[in-house]
């Protein structure tokens, strides 16, 4: 594989940002306030933590305000939900985002169910899964949408390929498989019971892997000539970050691949910026500037 079959997610990120920092200061240039995203971070889990912090400082360099709230892990459901509503009443607030996975004790469910639609920015709203799902997107999951834009910006041709998706979650699986449907590609979805992974795998034009476990795709798996984007982030023993393809080995078959960190990740976060100026744009009724 030469260096151009490597998908450069962190590169597309920047340009995606870039762009959402070009929107935003045109909007304040023309009296518009900025835009606001709210994350609410409960407990002190380090990866959390460090996921939060990385969010504030692409919004920070975006011209987006933060406004942040971190709570007690032994908060109450009850007190957790107040939170919630004090930003969907908060008129500065155009994007409410709850770091997952929450302590064990608290309804993932219900609060994603507690955010206003309309400031969805992670796109778990039932309303924005159900948009998603009849071919209408309104908010489309961060990770999805950026493996979707990688996959534009990189030019790659869609229409009528065979697709795998590694994953059933309603965060990356599902939300991707209905993505790639979209885009015409014929969507086979892999998960923990299926029978003889790489049969599927091996027939893919594209692979997304969201698994979480630590380099299980294989040359095995991939035939050459494939795409594959690696969306797992799994820390080693050794403290390194690896995706759930073993990129030594597959990186030489395949066509294009993401490589852990530098892939998936940055893409998040540029689709987190994205999704909160377009909350922003509807919310203060900003006619469309494409
Ligand atoms: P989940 O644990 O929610 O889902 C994992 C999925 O993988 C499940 O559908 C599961 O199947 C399936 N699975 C587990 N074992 C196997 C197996 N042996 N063969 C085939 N499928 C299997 O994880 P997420 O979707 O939330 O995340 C997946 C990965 O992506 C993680 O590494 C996570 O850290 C990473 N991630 C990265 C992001 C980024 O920005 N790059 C953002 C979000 C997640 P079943 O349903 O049958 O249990």
């Known amino acids: 594989m030469t260096e151009s079959n490597l998908l450069d997610g962190k590169g597309i990120a920047l340009k995606v940002r ?35 912090r990385n969010k504030h400082r692409a919004a920070e360099k975006a011209g987006i305000v933060n406004f942040h709230k971190e709570l007690p892990a032994d908060i109450s459901q009850q007190g957790l939900l107040q939170v919630i509503d004090e930003l969907n009443n908060d008129d500065a607030v155009d ?48 990770t999805p949408k950026g493996c979707m834009v990688l ?4 030019g ?21 498989a209905h993505l790639l449907l979209g885009a015409n590609c014929t969507v086979t979805i892999c998960h923990s019971r299926t029978q003889d992974l790489a049969s599927h795998t091996r027939k893919a034009d594209v692979v997304v892997a969201a698994v979480g476990r630590s380099e299980m795709l294989t040359d095995e798996h991939i035939s050459e000539g494939t795409v594959v984007i ?9 403290g390194k970050l690896r995706g759930d393809v073993d990129f030594a080995k597959v990186s030489p078959v395949a066509k294009a691949i993401t490589p852990v960190p530098g892939g998936v990740g940055p893409m998040t976060i540029a689709m987190l910026m994205y999704n909160t100026c377009l909350a922003h ?10």
Request: hydrophobic share 35%; glycine share 10%; with cysteine.
């Open 151 to 154: 996959l534009d910006e990189a």
């Open 18 to 52: 870039e762009q959402v920092r070009q929107q935003v200061e045109k909007r304040v240039a023309q009296g518009h306030r900025a835009p606001g995203l709210a994350t609410v971070l409960v407990g002190e889990d380090p990866a959390s933590q460090v996921y939060v």
């Open 95 to 142: 994007g409410i985002l709850c770091q997952l996975p929450l302590p064990k004790h608290l309804d993932e469910d219900a609060v994603i169910m507690a955010i206003d639609p309309q400031k969805d920015v992670d796109g778990f709203h039932p309303q924005s899964t159900s948009a998603l799902y009849q071919g209408k997107p309104n908010f489309v999951p961060c």
């Open 281 to 290: 744009q509807r919310r203060l009724g900003i006619e469309d500037e494409s």
């Open 156 to 176: 790659i041709d869609l229409n009528g390929k065979n697709a795998v998706v590694v994953g059933r979650s309603h965060i990356v699986g599902k939300p991707m």
């Open 230 to 238: 690696d969306v797992g982030i799994n820390r080693g023993e050794d």
